[in-house]
Every structure is written in structure tokens, then in C-alpha cells.
């Protein structure tokens, strides 16, 4: 067995509103930074995992994203083994 890091990278569906990056983005404007189109606010889990092998790996994050890490009502997931 080897452990890797898996990281899982959980955001908002693009057909949903994100009020928290609504906010962020009205923050960057009060600052000058009024170049930036559009902010998303999600959330980025980092994991260590034993398994056989990196494929493994990856499953075991992704069956951790689709059962508590993120709602599949309003967030979509990926991940990734480093």
C-alpha cells in the first residue's frame, strides 16, 4: 500500500447563483479591481489515502466527494491525484 494525496475540488454548478462569490466579486469592484467578470466560491479538500494503487486512490476521493463532500444538487466535484 502507498499513500497519495488526493485532492477534491468542489464548486457550485455554473446554473446556480454563488452569492458568496457575488460578494467576492463586489469586494474586488470596491477595490479598484474591476476587470474581473465573474468569481466562484468553492471548496478544496486535500486527502491521504492508502491504496494500491493511484486509480484506487482517485476512487476512494471520488466516492468520499459523492457520499459527504459535496451535494450533487448544487455542486459538481473533481479530483485529482498528485
Partial sequence: MTTYSVQVVIM???ELLDPQ???VKGGLENLG??????VRVG???TLQVE????EAAKAI???AAKKLLANAVMEY???TVL
Wanted: glycine content about 8%.
Fill in 51 to 54: 491504496a494500491e494503487s493511484a
Fill in 61 to 63: 476521493g471520488e466516492e
Fill in 12 to 14: 457550485p454548478l455554473k
Fill in 21 to 23: 462569490g457575488k460578494a
Fill in 43 to 45: 471548496k478544496h479538500i
Fill in 33 to 38: 479591481l474591476k476587470n474581473v467578470t465573474d
Fill in 77 to 79: 466535484f473533481e479530483v
